[in-house]
């Protein structure tokens, strides 16, 4: 029997102060510490074709690609672990969109009780449908 595997997007967007460097050195942050989790594979998506004479495809460095098991809980430790990573952002309007099974997420002007509460009902409705 196959285990089945889950694709989750997760985009790191900086409402304040859009640079692309700086959004790009945190998503690569935040994708390092995803790597450390039980997770198939935490790479950066690609992007659109990649600029003439360039030897590299093009990749979009602000939006991390996660793969892994649908079982054993991990959903929940992903998004446990991107929750503590942005509570650790020093940075004020720092963002993160989630993407699975075509539902996305963001947390943008709540209190930290209400963000907790929807961060809680969207494991749960994902881990259900896993």
């Not at 050195?25 to 994708?31: F, G």
């Not at 450390?36 to 590299?56: C, H, Y």
């Not at 446990?80 to 002007?109: A, H, M, N, Y």
């Amino acid at each position: 029997m196959a285990i089945e595997e889950r694709r989750l997007t997760l985009e790191v967007t900086l409402l304040e102060d859009p640079d692309e460097t700086e959004r790009a050195e945190l998503a690569e942050r935040l994708c390092a510490e995803l790597r450390e989790l039980d997770v198939d594979s935490a790479g950066f998506v690609p992007g659109g074709p990649a600029p003439a004479g360039s030897k590299a495809d093009a990749v979009t460095l602000s939006t991390v690609l996660l793969t892994f098991a649908a079982s054993g809980g991990v959903f929940t430790t992903v998004i446990g672990t991107v929750r503590d990573w942005l509570l650790r952002q020093r940075q004020p309007g720092v963002v993160v969109d989630i993407k699975i099974d075509g539902d996305e997420f963001r947390i943008e002007g709540a209190t930290s009780d209400e963000r907790q509460r929807l961060l809680e009902a969207f494991v749960a409705k994902h881990s259900a449908a896993g």
